[in-house]
């Protein structure tokens, strides 16, 4: 039996690996990570950090109906999944994002072991019905992607099964920070317009389609990967509260306000050029996001969260 304090699924991605580095500086060195790394660079998301052992997620999944068992295990923290909002293939995405989280779930349950598991700000669709983590709004939301329903359709297994009470799920919004390199478009568009201004002195936004909006005046809430992951990591404590929670910072900015961050952080004026939206995203396009704050509040978490000037000029640093 292997002794084992955390797995974390998703290990090699964006939040993962922060995750990880952030357990390491606790102390805790016996983990066990499960991601897919493929062809691709995200394996040196890796890099520096320590760990028992890595799995691919069939394999551990596998594994884990075999039989398997661990010593000491106290969370398992499920960031793995297809995280791209333009993934058509509904059936992997339900195999992949609803079924894994089902099965892992419920195996941690019967072992009383922690689950926390990632959700997504894509479950409210385009938010004419608000961004309550109200358990009793959660059925009503309509994503605008298959990505956003997958998700969706866990959170409301859970809730119907009563399985909410014991387990914690986040709905991360718009989050941002170093490691993202491996995602290519759909990195943040800190990345993007870090290196935008590094190769062409200038930032390219979508214009507005919607006359209530200026263009770049389409609104996010932008949360730092490193506040992310300290809510993820105080849900996942044996006696944490449970229940679906949002995991933003409760203020909406443009994203004239995320560039001329970047912009800060380099040292340069801004030169920002609108361009169109593909007609593609302009049905599913979110002009406006904003996370309810107030459950999480109220569940004990006290922490500030970094602004947006701070986390930016801390990302760009790493870049």
Known sequence: MKKISHIVTGAAGFIG???VKELNLRGENDLLLVDELG???KWRN???LTYEDLLNPYDFMEMLDAGLEFDGLRAVIHLGACSATTE???DYLLENNYRYTRDLCEWCLER??????ASSAATYGDGALGYSDADERTPGYLPLNMYGYSKQMFDLWALRTGKLDRIAGLKYFNVYGPNEQHKGDMRSVVHKATEQIRSEGKVKLFKSHRPEYEHGRQLRD???VKDAVDVTLWLAEPNAPSGLFNCGTGEAKSWLDLVNAVFAALEKAPVIEFIDMPDYLQPKYQYYT???MSKLREAGYEKPFTSLE???RETVATL
């Open 310 to 312: 701070d986390g930016v």
């Open 290 to 292: 904003r996370a309810e």
């Open 46 to 48: 890796l890099l520096g």
């Open 17 to 19: 690996c922060n995750l």
């Open 88 to 90: 058509t293939d509904a």
């Open 39 to 41: 062809e691709g660079e």
């Open 222 to 224: 932008f949360v730092y």
């Open 112 to 117: 009383n072991v922690r689950f926390v598991y």
